[in-house]
């Protein structure tokens, strides 16, 4: 049975950090592509950045690049999501999706209908 069961989010400051994971199973974990989207109150489901253990292939969307960086322990099957600088309007309910997406062909954006698995969800909330 796929899983997939993020942690990490909370309250935080605007300016702050937060480290979100996502604890991966039941699927091998090297030909899935493992992606971070976001959806705020009255929002569609956004897509922030997603990652290939395989290869360590990245990608991150223009709103989070340079303040979210995506990584993978692979010994854990975990994919974590550092997130700094942290905005009122990062505020959200996070999640980790999976697809399979053996390489080498080149990670694409994350787009939420292309995921089959999803994670339950964790909120971020961003004060100003």
Do not use: H
């Not at 937060?18 to 030909?31: E, I, K, N, W, Y």
């Not at 995506?70 to 996070?94: F, H, R």
């Amino acid at each position: 049975e796929v899983q997939l069961v993020e942690s990490g989010g909370g309250l935080v400051q605007a300016g702050g950090s937060l480290r979100l994971s996502c604890a991966a199973s039941g699927f091998t974990f090297d030909d899935y592509a493992i992606g971070w989207f976001r959806q705020a109150p009255g929002k569609e489901r956004e897509g922030l950045s997603c990652i290939r253990s395989s290869d360590a292939s990245t990608y991150y969307v223009d709103s989070v690049k340079g303040r979210f960086t995506i990584s993978t322990d692979n010994a854990k099957n975990t994919v974590s999501l550092q997130m700094s600088s942290l905005k009122p309007g990062d505020t959200a309910i996070y999640y980790c999706a999976a697809r399979f997406y053996p390489g080498p062909a080149v990670l694409r954006p994350p787009m939420d209908y292309e995921y089959d698995y999803w994670g339950q969800g964790t909120q971020v909330t961003v004060s100003s």
